[in-house]
Nanobody, 116 residues
């Protein structure tokens, strides 16, 4: 069974940067296609970014131009580089297969808190 482990979150001031990582282990599935999601308190989980096997990326309008998704297939790891962070980016961030695909078991996520 594939296990997803997210890391890299933390507390950062508005305008700062973080790089999240997600490692898939315990299975033969490649971590591509893959997506990053986030869930803020009291809100539904939303897709932040995704990348497919052709390297085509998708970004939510709220993060486009600030966030970059990338993969290292050799390490079975997906990254989310987050720049120019805003308080509204505060959420728990998760990785998983893109919407429309049967999700893997969700990891614990990594908390991102952006202070104003």
């Amino acid at each position: 069974q594939v296990q997803l482990v997210e890391s890299g979150g933390g507390l950062v001031q508005a305008g700062g940067s973080l790089r999240l990582s997600c490692v898939a282990s315990g299975g033969t599935e490649r971590i591509n296609p893959i997506a990053w999601y986030r869930q803020a308190p009291g809100k539904r989980r939303e897709t932040v970014a995704s990348i497919n096997t052709s390297g085509i990326t998708y970004y939510a309008a709220s993060v486009r131009g600030r966030f970059t998704i990338s993969t290292d297939n050799a390490k079975n790891t997906v990254y989310l580089q987050m720049n120019s962070l805003k308080p509204e980016d505060t959420a728990v961030y998760y990785c998983n297969l893109p919407q429309g695909m049967r999700p893997l078991d969700w990891g614990e996520g990594t908390q991102v808190t952006v202070s104003s």
